[in-house]
């Protein structure tokens, strides 16, 4: 049964914001450059993304333990992880289980261009929405981290589908809202996002479309 977990937000919480100065910052032109997805949404300006995204050991790895633990992944599991970027999660559960074999898939040159160096895993840039090159059932776990709130409802149909169908266990993680002040937060401060749902949306859509795995959500 699908369950609300709280894997990441200790860690989302943990960085400050100035919602009202992003904005004021001439945001549409931001944006656009941020959708580009390639070296200044990673490591450029802050405005554009993530101001330099750079592997900070130890940071991902309390979220990599819990994956690990509550997904009973052990040497010879597999794991997906949709939207990867650099792959920094998926590093750290490599260095908590270092049998697992671990996929990734995004859609930016540069992030996969500049993932952890010792990181042992097979990635291709592929997008989140476009049929998935493994059989059903193939992975012992799906993960999605702040991507698929990047796509329209007929590519979310497509990618939350995809990820139902090749994994045995699943676990997103999405920006949402809960009242109307962290709706205000949440425009103020995406630059990627596509789709703004608040919770019991994002619940529907993923019984809609089929997805019976657990989830999360972040906000701002």
Known sequence: MSQLRNFVT???KATSR????RMCDDKVACMLKAKEYEFDYWDGDRRFGYGGY???AGRW???????IETYGLKAGSRVLDVGCGKGFLLYEMQLIEPGLEIHGMDVSEHGLANVHPDLKARLVRHRAQDPYPW???HFDL???????HNLRLFELQAAISEISRVGKQGYLLVESYRNEEELF??????L??????????WLWLYKHFGYEGDYEFIYF
């Open 54 to 56: 750079k592997y900070l």
């Open 18 to 21: 100035k919602y009202i100065e």
């Open 61 to 67: 790895a309390p979220v990599a333990k819990v994956l």
């Open 192 to 201: 990627t996002c596509e789709s703004f749902f608040d919770v019991d949306e």
């Open 185 to 190: 937060n949440l425009q103020c401060w995406a």
């Open 142 to 148: 799906v993960i999605s981290l702040n991507t698929l």
């Open 10 to 12: 200790p860690l989302h």
């Open 135 to 137: 059989p059903d059932k």
